[in-house]
């Protein structure tokens, strides 16, 4: 019980050599490419699952945004594996590391953004201002509007962070006090074991959506900008 209760998102490091960008690179190996005509069930169901993501991503979107499909389906790809294997015991998950989502965020939204000014300068720019605005206020909004605009992707980076974090410290605790409570009384120990399944599958999940979230609201950033 004397393990720092923040050791598990220490970027891990063997011999002096971070290992942080071999793990980031691990989850695209478990994505195969097959050149067979009739495909195994594995392949055909990672095919099922992006035409399904694909469709949810870029149903709304024109063929501006549309170019953007293979950019969202890797990064849900990559998010989602990443979380996943972040919950297998003794790994590392990036993820809870804030400056590598905020390092996937800022250049995802400022490319939005830019393709916005670039491909329709004058919605981009009345988005800074609502229409019909008494002209006393037009200081205040076009400050509160534009900090709005700037706080898309901290928002986008920390709530990836704090759920991912968040979870794995409740494992952590639950089973820390599954452990201690094995001593003391069985009955506890069980329910707290009980609990830490139940939350583990609900771990599971939030990966998923979280995945899922964090590639939505990037798809939504690009049909407002497109």
């Known amino acids: 019980m004397n393990e720092n209760l923040f050791a598990s998102f220490i970027a891990p490091v063997m011999l002096g050599i971070p290992l942080a960008t071999f793990i980031i690179i691990f989850p695209s190996l478990l994505f195969p490419t097959s050149n067979r005509l009739i495909n195994n069930r594995f392949i055909s169901l990672q095919q099922w699952m992006l035409q399904l993501v694909s469709k949810q991503m870029l149903g709304n ?12 389906i890797a990064l849900i790809m990559f998010i989602g594996s990443t979380n ?14 804030l400056s590598m989502n905020l390092g996937m965020a800022i250049p995802l939204w400022a490319g939005t953004v830019i393709m916005g000014f670039r491909n329709k300068t004058k919605a981009s720019l009345a988005h800074f201002l609502p229409q019909g605005t008494p002209t006393p206020l037009i200081p205040m909004l076009i400050i509160i509007e534009t900090i709005s605009l700037f706080i898309q992707p901290v928002a986008l ?29 069985t009955t506890m120990a069980l329910i707290t074991f009980i609990i830490l399944v139940l939350l583990t599958i609900l771990e599971f999940a939030v990966a998923m959506i979280q995945a ?8 939504l950033y690009l049909h407002d900008n497109t």
């Open 61 to 72: 979107h024109n063929a501006k945004g549309q170019t953007w499909a293979l950019m969202l």
């Open 84 to 97: 996943l294997l972040g919950l297998l015991p003794h790994s590392f998950t990036p993820t809870t590391q």
């Open 157 to 185: 980076a920390v709530r990836l962070t704090a759920n991912i974090t968040a979870g794995h410290l409740l494992i952590h605790l639950i089973g820390g006090a599954t452990l201690t409570l094995m001593s003391i009384s």
């Open 212 to 219: 899922y979230v964090f590639t939505l609201l990037v798809s």
